[in-house]
């Protein structure tokens, strides 16, 4: 399959332009301060939310925790997350606390893609 094929069979939205029209349409004054973010390939998890917390502010206990039933994260981010509870030697518990999870998930998590850390 050719390279152009693959790129158009990328599963999930396309953040990059998602965030270009936003910043274009309500926030024009921020655009050269997230243009290197916007100009990635592909933009990770912890990039997502930081931009969303720089433009629109940090959310209140209420909201984040609304927030957090919907949320879901790709592999890449798993295994970063994974990797740094390696690093600072966290348990299941302080990690599932550091990012705002359930112990449960961490832990099948760890079980999924405990080989690939």
Same mark, same amino acid.
């Given at each position: *399959?050719?390279?152009?094929?693959?790129?158009?069979?990328?599963?999930?939205? #396309?953040?990059?332009?998602?965030?270009?029209?936003? /910043?274009?349409?309500?926030?024009?004054e921020?655009?050269?301060?997230?243009?290197?973010?916007?100009?990635?390939?592909?933009?990770?998890?912890?990039? /997502?939310?930081?931009?969303?917390?720089?433009?629109?502010?940090?959310?209140?206990?209420?909201?984040?925790?609304?927030?957090? %039933?919907? $949320?879901?994260?790709?592999?890449?981010? /798993?295994? $970063? *997350?994974? $990797?740094y509870?390696?690093?600072?030697?966290? #348990? #299941?518990?302080?990690?599932?606390?550091?990012?705002?999870?359930?112990? #449960?998930?961490?832990?099948?998590?760890? %079980? /999924?893609?405990g080989?690939?850390?």
């Amino acid at each position: *399959m050719d390279k152009k094929a693959q790129k158009n069979r990328r599963l999930g939205p #396309n953040y990059q332009r998602i965030y270009h029209e936003l /910043i274009q349409k309500k926030f024009p004054e921020s655009l050269k301060e997230h243009e290197t973010l916007l100009k990635k390939e592909h933009l990770t998890y912890f990039e /997502i939310k930081t931009l969303n917390e720089s433009l629109f502010g940090i959310k209140n206990k209420e909201q984040q925790s609304q927030e957090q %039933r919907y $949320r879901a994260y790709d592999k890449q981010t /798993i295994l $970063r *997350m994974l $990797r740094y509870q390696k690093e600072h030697k966290l #348990n #299941n518990a302080q990690l599932a606390k550091h990012f705002k999870l359930s112990r #449960n998930t961490v832990s099948s998590w760890i %079980r /999924i893609f405990g080989k690939l850390v």
